[in-house]
């Protein structure tokens, strides 16, 4: 009889190892996905798309291992409503974030629900920035809005819990235990792996305190830009780089939360300079370069500590043994100015704050160093990772799976513009709700409160300081992207959705 027990619980253990052997290889067969967004992170201060300003070795491995798309841009740039956008796969005045004041219902159809639904196990750690609870995810350790960079403070389901240390670093050790310790290994999943850096107000971490002390960084060529060949829109914004940064920017103030060995460190890699600058006593041009320098090797501070956190996760993935099957994405919420036309944040359509970092590394599907001309938006990013992944996309997305472009397929009937709408006005930085298509030579933008209009020719003029709305030469190009323009806002029921109340 004892042998007979025995054989029956050899038999029920070999059925369970069979069965998990059976789900780890279904897991296998579908693969994982890690998104990693960065917050504030312009194409321009990344080696794989040409910066002439700072080096990032590990996202460009990825672009060398993958596909780099060159004309990757957000539908409002501003970090709330990208998010939402992302999440919904929904411009946002259907997907009811249109700036950062607006709360996310995280009931709403995201591709996250849709996949859970077919077996895909979810996670998002890091910045989140959407007021509501991300539910929609299996687990999840969020920072409390924008949250601080040192010392943060996650949103858990558990409650608020506080890890000392730099937050690059620590988000980064929560990914690393995530997927060591915590994953169901019989599934395939979906991590947001997703950085509050290099956001405003550019604190670097400890081991990036010391880069470019040496160095002067290249100025842009727009860095004292008159803003002649505009609308009036562009003179009243306020967040030039000689006005409008403040003394926590600038790093005369420090944050009030740090330990008391933080501070002390930090203080002392910008003391000399401090010292320095007090004794020079600039003005005009020169005092606008030093505050440049301050701020974009601070910035660039920040985006090293991504890059070499990112170098942690692939390594990590090297070694476990899951770089075959998992595709990892590397983007950002939208660009950033860095000094172009004198400026730092975002918002407007302009190029700088237009276009999005986008690379993709997936084994074995993705051709090694390949690059993308196509628009995208971050549109599409829903109805790609559900492509991916191999469930269905609803209907009601408006965006499309990049699958075929990843393979190397280009659809005969792929966009051939793009739609923006920026909606956070009266608002921090003064800038005016706007909305315009971009094709792949022109844009056109409406600054619709004021009226004001501006066209670019982008071929001829990359920097867009000269609109030539009123060029008769122009005519017939205007004429044609006005139509584009309302059949894109036809298209995306832009006059059905919401507007936030109009200031009087």
Known sequence: MRGFLWLALLSILVIQCDLLQAKEQVAANRPNIIFVFADDHATHAIGAYGSRINQTPN??????EGMLFRNCFVTNSICAPSRAVVLT???SHLNGVLTNGDRFDPEQQTFVHLLRKAGYQTAVI???HLQSDPV???YWRVLIGQGPYYNPRFRTPEGIVTVEGYTTDVITDLVLDWLENTR???KPFFLAYQHKAPHREWLPGPHQLQLYREEMIPEPTTLFDDYKGRTTAATKTTMTIANHFSDLDLKFTLPKNLTDVQREMIEEAYR??????RRAALQGEDLVRWKYQRYIKDYLRCVAGIDQNLGRVLEYLDKSGLVQNTVVIYSSDQGFFLGDHGWYDKRWMYEESLRMPLIVRWPGVVKPGSVNWDLVQNLDFAPTFLDIAGVEIPSDMQGRSLLPLLRGERPHDWRQSIYYRYYEYPAVHD???HEGVRTARYKLIHYYLIDEWELFDLEKDPDELRSVYEDPQ???VKSQLMAELNRLKTLFGVDQGREPPIPK
């Open 126 to 128: 890091g910045k989140w």
């Open 272 to 277: 000399e300079e401090n010292e320095a600058f």
């Open 59 to 64: 996202i460009d491995r990825l672009a060398r």
């Open 89 to 91: 796969g929904k411009h």
């Open 474 to 476: 122009y005519a017939e």
């Open 431 to 433: 800038v005016q709700r």
């Open 136 to 138: 929609m995810f299996d």
């Open 184 to 186: 169901d290994r019989s």
